[in-house]
């Protein structure tokens, strides 16, 4: 998927909305506004968002999920210590 803000658009229907939302994320990566954006936030609202945000990772991936796609560590392996 090509990005293109102009196609962000939310609240017309689901489809649109996942679309959109995977635009978001992606625009929302670019490292020159991921370091410009985390500079200007404060310690409360770097809080905030990290912990909202890991709040839905949790929710809506596996562990394994987590590490290959957000992590990008295909080859990780959690070991249990009981």
Do not use: V, W
């Amino acid at each position: 998927m090509k990005l293109d803000a102009s196609k962000i658009c939310f609240g017309l229907s689901e489809d649109l909305d996942r679309d959109s939302l995977e635009i978001f994320l992606q625009l929302g990566g670019q490292p020159q506004f991921a370091s410009t954006f985390a500079k200007r936030l404060s310690s409360e609202e770097i809080i905030d968002f990290t912990d909202h945000f890991m709040k839905l990772l949790r929710n809506h991936l596996s562990e394994k999920e987590y590490h290959e796609l957000f992590l990008n560590d295909p080859n990780h392996h959690h070991d249990h210590k009981e």
